[in-house]
């Protein structure tokens, strides 16, 4: 069980690159929603649409990693298809209607964020920084909950919240990813060895 649980660790601490990724991805596509004058919902769709392909190929990116790396990889590639399809959605079907891309992308958002909870309050006493991780699920969670309780809210409300979720949920990502970095660098740190022992070897 010990070994499972460093495992799932570990496998988040090999792909802070991953995380890190994909939380400036985030604030990029937040800053772009809620900065871009007069931005109608067509072109957020299509930034939507970029963001999901990017991200899901980044997260796909890291469950490939983390298999090389003999680690923890399905929650990696389950994020990443479920983007993916979203993302070719987006492009493939230009017809359809705002209402069920939303209700799609608030399903993927939800399914995604209470995963990323459970696993982090699973191993909450081996993963470090599991708080940030348990923010990012939890604002996955309630973008995806407001999407599905309000769908009739107007197109620049819409925009607006979707825009400033995005940000906090990228930074949040980003504090993360640089969370595990440093993290996977003290255990580096940690398992070189001192002076005295290469001394001792010489």
Excluded: C, D, H
């Excluded at 993916?84 to 209700?103: E, K, Q």
């Excluded at 107007?154 to 993360?176: F, N, R, S």
């Amino acid at each position: 069980m010990a070994t499972r649980e460093m495992s799932v660790r570990k496998s988040l601490a090999v792909n802070w690159q991953t995380y890190l990724g994909r939380g400036i991805i985030a604030v990029l596509f937040g800053l772009a929603a809620i900065g871009w004058p007069n931005i109608t919902v067509l072109a957020l769709y299509i930034i939507m649409g970029i963001y999901l392909l990017v991200t899901g190929a980044i997260s796909l990116g890291g469950s490939y990693y983390a298999y090389r790396a003999q680690q923890m990889w399905w929650p990696y590639a389950l994020e990443a298809l479920g983007a993916i399809a979203l993302g070719i959605l987006v492009f493939a079907i230009p017809n359809i209607t705002a209402r069920i891309l939303l209700l799609f992308f608030s399903i993927w958002l939800i399914g995604v964020g209470i995963m990323k909870a459970v696993l982090a309050m699973r191993y909450r006493e081996q993963i470090e920084g599991e708080w940030l991780l348990v923010i990012t699920g939890g604002l996955q969670v309630l973008i995806g909950a407001f999407i599905v309780a309000f769908p009739r809210e107007g197109a620049i409300a819409m925009i607006t919240i979707i825009g400033l979720g995005a940000i906090v949920y990228g930074a949040a990502l980003t504090a993360l990813g640089l969370n595990l970095y440093y993290w996977q660098q003290g255990i580096i740190e940690a398992a070189k060895p001192s002076e005295e022992e290469r001394k001792r070897a010489a």
